[in-house]
């Protein structure tokens, strides 16, 4: 009892911090947007409809694209053997975890107007010009359907992974062909997985602002519609801008939450995943390894792009199809030239010490709402969840508002064109990762483990570093990797709030390609990816 | 009697996972309307006969053929074999009704289905449970729509995976007896795979005892307690001693072979294997004494409760041994 009497006021204390950290921001920006004729403006303006239109339908597009690439690709993974099936599958899956903006421009230099493709086309054909450009609607969606298909990928190989082996013989036993078995009886039971696919699919497009915003052209979306905006000085209708779009991604959330179903379908499985066929017939092997290593390499191309991009020095490469020189010039100039030094450091450090912010925050909330039982716990969770279901762009926006002014009593203060406003909007958005990780670790840890420990004479200090913390290491591993390469390769809240004393590696990289340094910007992206995987490679050791 | 060829037959099957472990070669005939237990500890190869039965597991060599026709090509939704699997695999997102029709589609009009459905239910005594989901029902009503399910398509043969081993053990008596019964009332001929031995007693015809990928021996329940065909069968099927050396030959094996004998088989007399009781276990109608015999064995003596007690010098004398070669080691 008097335990619970010390956990409560901390308790008090960390749902006050989350509340003025996370939600207080929201409701400056509900409160901002109402004032003025802002409203009115957006209401009338038929470009801001149709920008919010855009949003919506390209997220439902991408979410049917991505299914369409994701789901057989899973299939193909899960249940069949080929040669280089195991490497080429986690393979695939490295999307998923790689910045998007990297993503995007690696996207570029292979299928942009002078990407390799084109200039491959071209050369082919003899035209004079590039065969097309890489602009609009159509643009974003292949990235979206090029970037996404990991995340019904994924969902669907795991949830694959959990099928009982027995319910497809049983299908079969009762006379059910291939496809019947599959129609009626894996997609039904695929149905969690596959709702949870789309829902992330659906946020993450909605949210996405490195592909409209490279590749939009006078294609707007909500995202770039609120960066366009802000650009042009106009604050008010940014404000309400960003609010429709937090309303849609609400909608969005609650709609596809509906769909998800019960859980009850995995729950009754207890048999083990079916084995899978190793293809006999030459014909029907030789065509499965085809389609899975023609499928890899052409989903791992804008990647493999980037690396040979990176490589080509500043100013040799003009006409030809492919670059006549290749080097490590760039990389060089990255670690040797200060003015390209400062974003990697500066990008290392603001990961590295909002990952950190996340992770105590992450702990605490652990400690207090799954250990202590607090009574503002589901509060302290709820908020804990929020940056996930809002996209990057309207935190940004938010914390703008909110720490553009001065006003202590309000426990407001001016933070905008400071350094601290990029680490600590990184660390909102690195609270549901860190949160949803260490607060599962939590309820998986035996309380019994703890209560030995302080059995044993141990006091609370080294009971959480002996006994708790290396519990949870795992748990807490996941997290700050996830949250850090988030940080590290963030572009939508960046673009919004950096300053030049701390402009991370994705401004540099988006500079550089202004100025028509592709190499660079390459090398930079490289960089991003080759340090993201590392970390979460590290992240996921058990 | 002219023997009818056998309904179902497995011939010269044989898998082979690797190196060391290989299935078969097995051959087994199994007559209409027969129920057959496969019957051996795990690993022995039982489950994997049964897959192969019902076409799920290829055999890399023999055949299978059920009323004459060859199906051991024939891919499991074309062979018409029902099965009822370990844990059921009920479909989750459907219920009773739905999992039941499941093997009925394109057998005819909604009513047709309907009926069959409504039938098969009522043939496992789950008349009104059409519209209930799968998981608000207890093991044994999960078994028994199992069941249903797979013999609403009207299979030739069914094949059951340790049917029963999911169930609470004092539901297992008597689930396995009304098993029985409503195979036998419909007359399909069945095949199920147990690795309990008073399971395989009770519910089969005859029995195929396996061990490590081969057949020992396939009878009623009486050849294998009686007449085993190895001193595995023997010691598998009931409680048995087991003598070498000296006790055996006072038993009267010949050089070279070691003595089984059933508890039920032994009891004290005058003359016999010298010893003390060490232990008594009371059952009731009967008791099982422990018997340390003076050449350091142990023997298991099955007789009346108050034939001796704990302490007590005893001879043991046998009614009917059974004498194996002794195995080399």
Excluded: C
Excluded at chain 1, 522 to 531: D, I, P, S
Excluded at chain 2, 110 to 129: M, N, P, Y
Excluded at chain 2, 216 to 236: H, I, N
């Amino acid at each position: 009892m008097t335990r619970r009497g010390r956990s409560e006021p901390a308790g008090l204390a960390l749902a006050a911090l989350l509340t003025w950290l996370v939600l207080y921001p929201i409701v400056l920006l509900v409160i901002d947007g109402m004032q003025g004729d802002a409203l009115k403006s957006f209401a009338m303006r038929a470009g801001e409809w149709s920008a919010l239109w855009a949003s919506v339908w390209i997220s439902l597009a991408s979410v049917a694209l991505a299914a369409l690439v994701g789901i057989p690709l899973a299939f193909l993974f899960e249940w069949f053997e080929f040669p280089g099936r195991k490497v080429l599958g986690a393979l695939i899956a490295l999307p998923a975890v790689l910045p998007p903006f990297v993503g995007v421009i690696a996207f570029l230099f292979l299928y942009g107007e002078s990407g390799f493709v084109a200039r491959f086309l071209q050369s082919l054909l003899g035209l004079s010009q590039s065969p097309w450009r890489l602009q609009g609607a159509g643009a974003i969606l292949l990235v979206h359907g090029y970037s996404m298909y990991v995340y019904f990928y994924l969902f669907t190989r795991a949830g694959l992974a959990r099928l009982d082996a027995a319910m497809l013989e049983a299908a079969e036993a009762l006379g059910a062909g291939r496809l019947r078995t599959i129609g009626s009886v894996v997609l039904p039971l695929l149905r969690p997985s596959l709702a949870g696919a789309a829902l992330l699919t659906f946020m993450t497009s909605l949210g996405s602002f490195s592909a409209p915003y490279v590749f939009g052209g006078g294609f707007r979306v909500m995202t770039t519609q609120i960066f366009a905006s802000k650009q042009n000085g106009e604050l008010g209708l940014a404000t309400v801008e960003t609010m429709a779009l937090a309303l849609v991604a609400l909608a969005g959330l609650v709609l596809l939450r509906r769909t998800e179903g019960d859980a009850i379908l995995v729950g009754l499985g207890k048999g083990t995943a079916p084995r899978r066929r190793v293809l006999r017939r030459p014909l029907v092997r030789a065509a499965a390894t085809v389609v899975g290593w023609g499928l890899a390499v052409t989903l791992l191309l804008p990647h493999l792009t980037l690396i040979l991009v990176s490589l080509v020095p500043y100013a040799t490469w003009t006409t030809e199809t492919l670059p006549p020189v290749l080097g490590l010039d760039n990389y060089r100039r990255l670690f040797s030239e200060p003015e390209r030094l400062e974003p990697l450091l500066n990008s290392f450090w603001m990961a590295l010490a909002s990952t950190a912010g996340a992770v105590t925050v992450a702990l605490a909330s652990g400690w207090l709402v799954v250990r202590r039982r607090v009574r503002l716990r589901g509060w302290i969770e709820g908020l804990l969840a929020i940056p996930w279901a809002l996209p990057g762009t309207v935190f940004a926006v938010a914390l703008a508002t909110a720490f553009s002014v001065s006003a202590p009593l309000e426990l407001r203060w001016i933070l905008v064109g400071t350094v601290l406003i990029l680490p600590l909007a990184y660390l909102v958005r690195g609270l549901p990762v860190t949160g949803r990780a260490i607060l599962a670790g939590f309820r998986q840890l035996d309380p019994a483990l703890e209560e030995a420990a302080a059995s044993l004479g141990a006091g609370p200090w080294r009971t959480l570093r002996r006994v708790t913390l290396p519990q949870l290491r795992p748990a807490l591993a996941a997290g700050a990797s996830l949250a850090f390469v988030g940080a590290l390769g963030d572009f939508v809240t960046s673009i919004l709030l950096y300053t030049y004393r701390n402009r991370p590696i994705s401004m540099e990289i988006n500079a550089a390609l202004r100025v028509n340094e592709i190499g660079v910007a390459a090398a930079f992206g490289v960089v991003l990816m080759v340090a993201s995987a590392v970390v979460l490679g590290i992240g996921a050791r058990r | 009697m002219v023997a009818e060829a056998p309904f179902l037959v497995l011939d010269q099957l044989r898998v082979q996972f690797n190196d060391t472990v290989t299935i078969g070669p097995v051959s087994l005939g199994i007559q209409r309307g027969e129920i057959l237990a496969l019957l051996g500890p795990s690993g022995s190869g039982k489950t994997t006969l049964l897959r192969m039965l019902a076409g799920f597991e290829r055999p890399d060599g023999g055949r299978v053929s059920i009323e004459g026709e060859d199906v051991t090509a024939v891919p499991p939704a074309q062979r018409r074999v029902g099965m009822v699997f370990q844990h059921y695999a009920l479909f989750p997102h459907l219920d009773v009704g739905e999992n039941v029709a499941f093997g009925l589609a394109g057998s005819g009009a909604r009513a047709t289905v309907d009926g069959k459905v409504r039938d098969a239910l009522a043939l496992v005594d789950l008349a009104s449970f059409e519209r209930r989901k799968v998981h608000e029902l207890s093991g044994g009503q999960q078994q028994r729509v199992a069941l249903a399910r797979a013999l609403a398509p009207a299979p030739r043969v069914l094949a059951l995976d340790e049917p029963l081993s999911n169930l609470d053990p004092s539901l297992r008596e008597r689930t396995r007896r009304e098993l029985r019964q409503l195979v036998k009332r419909i007359g399909i001929t069945a095949v199920f795979v147990t690795h309990e031995q008073e399971e395989a007693f009770d519910l089969g015809d005859r029995i195929a005892v396996l061990q490590a990928g081969r057949l020992e021996q396939v009878g009623t329940p009486e050849d294998l307690y009686e007449r085993p065909a190895s001193l595995f069968v023997g010691m598998f099927v009931g409680r048995a001693n087991v003598l070498r050396g000296a006790a055996a030959r006072a038993l009267g094996a010949a050089p070279g072979h070691l003595v089984l004998v059933r508890p039920e088989q032994l009891r004290f007399g005058a003359n016999g294997l010298r010893g003390v009781v060490a232990e008594r276990r009371y059952t009731g109608s009967t008791a099982f004494f422990t018997v340390a015999l003076e050449s350091g064995e142990r023997l298991e003596v099955e007789a009346a409760p108050d034939a001796a007690r704990v302490g007590d010098q005893v001879a043991v004398g046998a009614g009917g041994t059974l004498s194996f070669p002794e195995p080399r080691v």
